[in-house]
Every structure is written in C-alpha cells, then in structure tokens.
C-alpha cells in the first residue's frame, strides 16, 4: 500500500502505511512482530501476516533453531503457504505442495482459500495459544480470557443493505450464484457469515468478562462497487482502497449489538484513537518482557 498525504496520516516504513503507531513509542526500527504473541491471517490476511512476520533484510524477527517447533511434515516453503491461502476459489487455482519429514513419509497438501474456512482467524489465534497453555508450553503462561488483547482487523465487505433478497436469489441458478453485478455471492455468504459469527461470538465473550476493551475488530461492511471487487487491480481502485483505509481510522469503533446482532459505535473512540491506546499497552508490555527476558512467540 502506498503512504499518502493526510491530516490522519499513520506512522510509515520508507512506502508502507501501518496502523499502530509504535514507532512513536519505540523508534523507527520497530516491528510489529515483535510486540505479538501470535498473529494470523487467511487469504488476503494470509499474505499481511506473511510479510509482518518474515525476517527483513536485518533477519529480524530473527528465529533460532531452538525456537522452532518440531513438525517436519509442517515444513513448507512459505511461497507455497502464501499460494494456498490465497487460492480463492473462481479467481486463483488451487494450490498443491507436499512435504517431507526425516524418514521419508510425504504428507500432501491440496489447498484453497483460507477464508473459506476461517475468514476472520481470530478464534484461531486464540485457540493456539489456549492449546500451548494447556500444553505446558514454557512461551505462554497460565491466563484466563480477560488477559488477551486482541486485534482483528477486516479487509472489507459489501454493504448489507446492498448485498442479496431472496426473490432475486431464487432466480439466479447455479451460474448467478457465482457471479453477480460483478461479485461471487456464494463465496461472499460463505465467507462473510463466518467471520460476523467469529465477531460476535469474541464479542460476547470478552463483554462477559467485562474486558471489551481488550478486543478491538475493524472492518468496512459498507464497501460497493469496484472497491467491494477482489480482483479489480487498477491503479485508481488501489487509491481507493487507500482512501477507504483512510476513511475508516476516522469512524468510530463499532461493537456488536447483543440484542440486534449489528454492529454500533459504544461511544465516541475513533479507530485511530484506539489503535494509539492498544500501541501505547503493545509498548509497555513489550518494555516488560524485555526486562524479564521474555520474547513474543509467533
């Protein structure tokens, strides 16, 4: 994504724009990477979190041997990971790789779009981390829900008041239901409707233990047109994107309704705002382990 001028305009990396300010905190050379426990992404997330947490050209974050779990049939080309979770199905071939462990078994790998199954992984994320606890595992200490911070950032969606009626779906066929006024329908029910039930049900669970402001989710599901496309490439659509990028630091943060199931704005904390104040605890947590000898495990 290209920096751009703006009154709003995030802390940059030479051309990149990033959404926490830790560099105000911390200096220049910090990385995002370097202040989470795990971060995951599918399909175009897959790709972001692919290049927050591969090593630059100073290898940080730098990964020793001893820091890598043990699962050689696991081992893949991280080209090949990038290739699968992207495979969105009608617009990218699926993807196939195999691997191999030291005695010689091959496990095969047929993948598409990791969206399709888990378009926002947050819940997947976080059962990682509960399955390393459970485990022993010495990087992740004993902590109930309340201790996560959370964010989960949406790479857009069409807006619902533009999306499908059932009189008109009842039409379309099998060939309307894979394309339509320029989007996938099947693929968008599949996988909008999986990350609103992911976003509803951290939602529920985090206002339980009274932690809301632990869990910080943006997304724009207010997109049409080109913008709303996923494979509409143009220099002028990108811009947009920016733009809309843009836009949506300067909207409130939205929560979901428990009562409607929508998501509203619990007050006046604009994302941007919220993002500086997750950065700001990012930070001070990240001062802590350092002391400690504590680093973040991906």
Not at 5 to 15: A, C, H, R
Not at 262 to 289: D, W
Request: charged residues 25%; glycine residues 8%; negative net charge.
């Amino acid at each position: 994504m290209e920096g751009i001028k703006s009154p709003l305009q995030p802390p940059t990396y030479v051309n990149l724009i990033t959404v926490l300010s830790i560099d105000k905190l911390d200096g220049k050379d910090a990385r995002l990477a370097d202040y989470f426990d795990v971060i995951a992404g599918t399909s175009t997330g897959g790709l972001v979190t692919a290049m927050l947490t591969a090593p630059n050209e100073k290898n940080r974050p730098l990964f020793a041997a001893k820091d890598a779990a043990n699962h050689p049939s696991l081992d893949a080309l991280l080209s090949a990971i990038c290739l699968g979770t992207s495979a969105a199905p009608t617009y990218l071939p699926a993807h196939y790789f195999e691997t191999q462990d030291p005695t010689g078994k091959v496990r095969k790998f047929n993948l598409i779009d990791g969206g399709v199954a888990a378009n926002n992984p947050t819940l997947i994320a976080i059962g990682e981390v509960t399955k390393q606890i459970i485990r022993g595992s010495p990087d992740f200490f004993p902590m109930g829900y309340g201790r996560f911070l959370v964010i989960s950032l949406g790479t857009g969606s069409s807006k619902p008041e533009k999306k499908y009626e059932a009189d008109e779906a009842a039409k379309w066929g099998v060939l309307g239901w894979l394309s339509n006024d320029g989007s996938t329908p099947l693929v968008n029910v599949f996988t909008q409707a999986s990350a609103d039930m992911v976003d509803f049900h951290l939602s529920v669970v985090f206002k339980a233990l009274k932690s809301e402001d632990r869990y910080l989710r943006i997304q724009d599901d207010t997109l049409t047109g080109a913008v709303s496309s996923v494979d509409i490439a143009t220099k002028e659509n990108l811009q947009d994107l920016v733009n809309v990028g843009e836009g949506l630091l300067r909207k409130p943060v939205s929560r979901v309704n428990m009562e409607t199931g929508k998501v509203e704005p619990p007050g006046h904390e604009t994302n941007e705002e919220a993002l500086i104040r997750f950065a700001k605890m990012l930070s001070m947590e990240k001062k802590i382990r350092d002391a400690s000898g504590i680093r973040c495990r991906l």
